[in-house]
């Protein structure tokens, strides 16, 4: 099983960037897609990037696009979010999560088996 532990968030002025780390305390996700996902009050848990297992594709949600940067760095068993141009309305807490089904980028939550405990990002206006 993936353990996944993230870091990384915290308040932020509109405008700043965040790097937000997912580190797979067990590291064995070297051959798991890996994605980031979000959640803010009121809303499921929206997706926000996915990356395959050797890093070579990557998707993103259609609202997310520019702005995020998803990356991961296998040996060091960890995956990164790049925020810039951070908004008010991209408060959230930021999930990691990784796929025992699929190497392959996805954007189906369903098939990410295992989750982190999330960072919360904080933006103020």
């Known amino acids: 099983q993936v353990r996944l532990v993230e870091s990384g968030g915290g308040l932020v002025q509109a405008g700043g960037s965040l790097r937000l780390s997912c580190a797979d305390s067990?590291?064995?996700?070297?051959?798991?897609?890996m994605g980031w996902f979000r959640h803010s009050p009121g809303t499921n848990h929206d997706f926000v990037a996915s990356?395959?297992?050797?890093?070579?594709?990557?998707l993103y949600a259609d609202s997310m696009k520019g702005r995020f940067t998803i990356s991961r760095d296998n040996a060091e068993n960890t995956v990164y979010l790049q925020i810039d141009n951070l908004k008010p309305e991209d408060t959230a807490r930021y999930y990691c999560?990784?796929?025992?089904?699929?190497?392959?980028?996805?954007?189906?939550?369903?098939?990410?088996?295992?989750w982190g405990q999330g960072t919360q990002v904080t933006v103020s206006s």
């Open positions: 999560a990784a796929s025992a089904i699929t190497g392959a980028a996805t954007t189906t939550r369903a098939w990410y088996t295992d």
């Open positions: 990356i395959s297992w050797d890093g070579g594709n990557t």
């Open positions: 067990e590291r064995i996700f070297g051959s798991y897609a």
